[in-house]
Protein backbone atom coordinates (compact mmCIF):
# COMPACT_ATOMS: atom_id res chain seq x y z
CA UNK A 1 0.00 0.00 0.00
CA UNK A 2 2.76 2.40 0.53
CA UNK A 3 4.54 1.63 -2.78
CA UNK A 4 1.25 2.98 -4.35
CA UNK A 5 0.90 6.32 -2.66
CA UNK A 6 2.49 9.05 -4.20
CA UNK A 7 5.78 10.23 -1.85
CA UNK A 8 4.89 13.63 -0.68
CA UNK A 9 8.33 15.22 0.10
CA UNK A 10 9.35 18.46 0.44
CA UNK A 11 9.75 18.82 -4.01
CA UNK A 12 5.78 18.10 -4.21
CA UNK A 13 5.20 20.63 -1.59
CA UNK A 14 7.40 23.24 -2.88
CA UNK A 15 5.90 22.65 -6.28
CA UNK A 16 2.32 23.48 -5.06
CA UNK A 17 3.64 26.67 -3.28
CA UNK A 18 5.38 27.83 -6.52
CA UNK A 19 2.61 27.29 -8.88
CA UNK A 20 0.49 30.66 -8.39
CA UNK A 21 4.20 32.79 -8.30
CA UNK A 22 5.41 30.89 -11.20
CA UNK A 23 1.76 31.23 -12.98
CA UNK A 24 2.03 35.05 -12.41
CA UNK A 25 5.70 35.29 -13.35
CA UNK A 26 5.00 33.32 -16.56
CA UNK A 27 1.77 35.76 -17.51
CA UNK A 28 4.64 38.36 -16.93
CA UNK A 29 7.13 37.21 -19.17
CA UNK A 30 4.48 36.45 -21.61
CA UNK A 31 4.31 40.21 -22.00
CA UNK A 32 7.90 40.20 -22.98
CA UNK A 33 7.46 37.25 -25.13
CA UNK A 34 4.59 38.81 -27.15
CA UNK A 35 6.47 42.81 -27.61
CA UNK A 36 9.50 41.17 -29.09
CA UNK A 37 8.05 39.20 -31.31
CA UNK A 38 5.73 41.75 -32.41
CA UNK A 39 8.54 44.05 -32.67
CA UNK A 40 10.64 41.94 -34.29
CA UNK A 41 8.62 40.88 -37.13
CA UNK A 42 6.77 44.01 -37.65
CA UNK A 43 8.47 47.04 -36.97
CA UNK A 44 11.95 45.84 -38.47
CA UNK A 45 10.26 43.68 -40.93
CA UNK A 46 10.85 43.20 -44.91
CA UNK A 47 6.81 43.38 -46.18
CA UNK A 48 5.34 45.69 -43.48
CA UNK A 49 7.61 48.07 -42.29
CA UNK A 50 7.15 50.81 -39.75
CA UNK A 51 3.47 49.36 -38.07
CA UNK A 52 2.80 50.79 -35.04
CA UNK A 53 2.88 47.80 -32.71
CA UNK A 54 0.76 49.10 -29.74
CA UNK A 55 -2.79 48.51 -30.95
CA UNK A 56 -1.76 45.22 -32.01
CA UNK A 57 -0.22 44.44 -28.51
CA UNK A 58 -3.35 46.15 -26.73
CA UNK A 59 -5.47 43.72 -28.15
CA UNK A 60 -3.36 40.70 -28.07
CA UNK A 61 -1.72 41.14 -24.64
CA UNK A 62 -5.06 39.38 -22.27
CA UNK A 63 -4.79 36.45 -24.36
CA UNK A 64 -1.38 35.61 -24.28
CA UNK A 65 -1.37 36.58 -20.21
CA UNK A 66 -3.75 33.79 -19.87
CA UNK A 67 -2.53 31.81 -21.69
CA UNK A 68 0.94 32.05 -20.47
CA UNK A 69 -0.77 31.90 -16.83
CA UNK A 70 -2.81 29.14 -17.03
CA UNK A 71 -0.29 26.59 -19.24
CA UNK A 72 2.49 27.32 -17.19
CA UNK A 73 0.69 27.31 -13.89
CA UNK A 74 -0.80 24.11 -14.48
CA UNK A 75 2.55 22.62 -15.85
CA UNK A 76 4.27 23.48 -12.70
CA UNK A 77 1.94 21.53 -10.74
CA UNK A 78 3.27 18.32 -10.20
CA UNK A 79 -0.30 16.76 -9.80
CA UNK A 80 -4.15 16.91 -10.90
CA UNK A 81 -3.04 19.29 -13.80
CA UNK A 82 -6.32 19.38 -15.37
CA UNK A 83 -7.91 20.83 -11.82
CA UNK A 84 -5.20 22.91 -11.47
CA UNK A 85 -5.67 24.57 -15.13
CA UNK A 86 -9.62 25.35 -14.16
CA UNK A 87 -8.79 26.48 -10.93
CA UNK A 88 -6.11 29.13 -12.63
CA UNK A 89 -8.89 29.57 -15.24
CA UNK A 90 -11.71 30.52 -12.60
CA UNK A 91 -8.89 32.65 -10.55
CA UNK A 92 -7.76 34.65 -14.00
CA UNK A 93 -11.42 35.62 -14.80
CA UNK A 94 -12.10 36.53 -10.68
CA UNK A 95 -9.17 38.69 -11.24
CA UNK A 96 -10.22 40.55 -13.51
Known sequence: MNDQKIKK???YWLCWIAVLPGAILSAILGSFVLH??????LSKG???SGVNIAPI???LLPFVASLFFVMFGSDIAP???????????????VAL
Open 9 to 11: DSK
Open 36 to 41: WVLYFT
Open 46 to 48: EVI
Open 57 to 59: EYY
Open 79 to 93: TNKFKTSIFLSILWI
